[in-house]
């Protein structure tokens, strides 16, 4: 089992930043990627990002490229999602979430563990 721990969400002004960290404790040798995605009221949850968790390669929802910048640092098995140009269409619980296989990182069915969950508001 590996444990997801969300932080760093909050309300933003629209334009301002944030940075989010998953930390992951447990069988954290199993991870090959992990993942960001994000959850607006009413509707599905979506793709942001995602990062391999040995070559570091990542990979971007188009609403957010340019704008979102995922990295890892192994040693402390967590994974940040450093937000900027926030817009208030970026309001959403966004989750973290751990893959132990090799395929599907852009879809939630991809990954095997998630985290609780941190609300980001963006304020117009």
């Known amino acids: 089992q590996v444990q997801l721990v969300e932080s760093g969400g909050g309300l933003v002004q629209d334009g301002g930043s944030l940075r989010l960290s998953c930390a992951a404790s447990?069988?954290?040798?199993?991870?090959?990627?992990m993942g960001w995605f994000r959850q607006a009221p009413g509707k599905e949850r979506e793709f942001v990002a995602s990062i391999s968790w040995s070559g570091g390669s990542t990979n971007y929802a188009d609403s957010v490229k340019g704008r979102f910048t995922i990295s890892r640092d192994n040693a402390k098995n967590t994974v940040y999602l450093q937000m900027n140009s926030l817009k208030p269409e970026d309001t959403a619980v966004y989750y973290c979430a751990a893959s132990r296989g090799y395929l599907a990182w852009t879809k939630p069915v991809g990954y095997n563990y998630w985290g609780q969950g941190t609300q980001v508001t963006v304020s117009s």
């Open positions: 447990g069988r954290t040798s199993t991870m090959r990627a």
